[in-house]
């Protein structure tokens, strides 16, 4: 594995995050600025949380850690 795209899970979440942020912009105008922006924000957490994990890997101390 070279990189945290070779992950499974990293192609899944970032499927449904690219899924996600195209349904919530299809939402009624009053929806779309507040609430469809918090879940555009959450579903892009999701990967972002897979990332930083797959960085902290190489340290090993923090790694242990989690």
Known sequence: MKSYKDLE???ISY???TKI???SL???KY???EEGGQIRRS???I???IVEGYGRNRYKA???NC
Do not use: N, Q, W
Request: hydrophobic content about 40%; proline content about 4%; aromatic content about 12%.
């Open 9 to 11: 899970i990293y192609r």
């Open 26 to 28: 299809k939402l009624p």
């Open 47 to 49: 990967t972002s949380c």
């Open 62 to 64: 923090d790694f242990v």
């Open 43 to 45: 579903s892009k957490g």
């Open 21 to 23: 942020h195209k349904m």
């Open 15 to 17: 499927a449904l995050a």
């Open 31 to 33: 929806e779309l600025y």
